[in-house]
């Protein structure tokens, strides 16, 4: 309703300009029904004078060979008989409709009813916090509490995922206290101290040390426990394997410290070899690794078993004597890193100790002393000097 855009189309029509079936309705044909002029839809839909009504307008399409229906409803009906008609008369060819694709059931939905379930991103047998209440290793939190497992059998749940004896627990807790912290000297203290005075925040602290753990520095337990178990599991006598290990030109990993020896014991060795001795049921890698330090002490004084080496071969005998684990578990703890990660558990107490207390101390940036430093300017055999070494005076 309203405008004369129509009556152009109609022209056209007769005309010859547009010479395919035009079906067409113009709508507002119920403008009749009310009193005064309607306005429909937007500012241009509405009648001014008898020509733009909608009735006029579909009399006069109609007139002019469009084909009409009689009311809005019929309009489907129309383009029916009009398509049919052209159809039968060969003016439209009709195709095949291809096979409509199969739209497949809605993700959502198919996953509700049961029919498909969602491939998990990470698979984890050992805690679970989806019911009521955490589990760890199936071990509700309230259990873990009201037995009094403490932190060596939450430890032996989330890591070995069973509960592992008492003394094993409580051999797991001693590992923890002894290797908590070894003074500010070592690397991954030094490491931890320097970064927090240089006002890194805790974590960044704790990662500067932890990053010093390796072969050298508290990373040898894994290697030591491998060594031992090794060379007493093939029956080698202790004295032969020292000699091939010599030949190989390999470290016994586990074995010497810089100022501890036989006249004078680490205590924390001490430790750890009588609690084993006393408590695990038979220790037959901590007894051949004694052996070892016996020939290899004769050799030179510090040539001890060391803290690493000593937990490393009893918590090899303790895991295979607890009756807990299988020996193929045993060796897959050892190939983990499970040693080492006891060390980097441990330690980490101490290097968050060290950062603690460089705060409370208000310690300043940390640069270390000029004239605890050699500069060398020139390398041995490099330069015209062949053979010298310069150095900046200090």
Request: charge should be negative; proline fraction near 4%.
């Amino acid at each position: 309703v309203g405008g004369t855009d129509e009556y152009d189309l109609i022209e056209a029509v007769k005309s010859g300009r547009i010479t395919k079936p035009v079906v067409a309705w113009c709508v507002g044909t119920c403008a009749s029904c009310f009193t005064t002029e309607v306005q429909f839809g937007h500012a241009g839909a509405q009648a001014r004078g008898d020509l733009e009504t909608a009735a006029a307008k579909n009399k006069a399409m109609k007139q002019a060979g469009f084909h009409v229906p009689d009311s809005l409803d019929k309009l489907p009906e129309m383009i029916n008989k009009v398509y049919t008609e052209l159809v039968l008369n060969g003016d439209i060819v009709e195709t095949p409709e291809g096979e409509t694709p199969q739209v497949p059931m809605d993700y959502t939905l198919a996953k509700k009813l049961g029919m498909v379930r969602k491939p998990a991103s990470f698979i984890s047998s050992v805690s679970d916090d989806w019911g009521e209440e955490l589990t760890y290793c199936g071990m509700s939190i309230s259990d873990v509490f009201q037995q009094g497992v403490g932190v060596g059998g939450v430890l032996s749940l989330l890591w070995f995922r069973r509960r592992l004896p008492a003394e094993c627990t409580k051999f797991v807790e001693m590992i923890l206290m002894v290797t908590a912290d070894h003074g500010p000297a070592v690397s991954g203290a030094h490491n931890t101290i320097v970064t927090a005075r240089a006002g890194k925040d805790l974590v960044s602290a704790l990662c500067c040390g932890l990053l010093t753990i390796g072969p050298r520095f508290g990373g040898a337990l894994d290697d030591a426990a491998n060594m031992f178990a090794s060379a007493q599991g093939n029956g080698i006598a202790p004295k032969d394997w020292i000699e091939k290990m010599k030949k190989s030109n390999q470290l016994i990993m586990g074995i010497g410290h810089r100022i501890k020896s036989l006249a004078n014991p680490d205590q924390r060795v001490e430790i750890i070899k009588n609690f084993a001795k006393k408590h695990f049921k038979s220790t037959p890698v901590l007894d051949y690794a004694l052996e070892v330090e016996q020939i290899t002490t004769r050799k030179r004084a510090n040539l001890i078993l060391n803290m690493d080496g000593c937990i490393a071969v009893s918590f090899v005998d303790m895991i295979r004597s607890c009756g807990a684990l299988s020996q193929e578990e045993c060796d897959d703890l050892m190939e983990f890193g499970c040693l080492n990660g006891l060390f980097v558990l441990g330690r980490s107490i101490g290097f968050i100790g060290h950062y603690l207390d460089q705060l409370r101390l208000k310690q300043p940036l940390y640069r270390h002393p000029w004239d605890d430093i050699t500069y060398i300017q020139e390398l041995a055999g490099q330069g015209g000097n062949m053979g010298q070494l310069s150095v900046s005076p200090s």
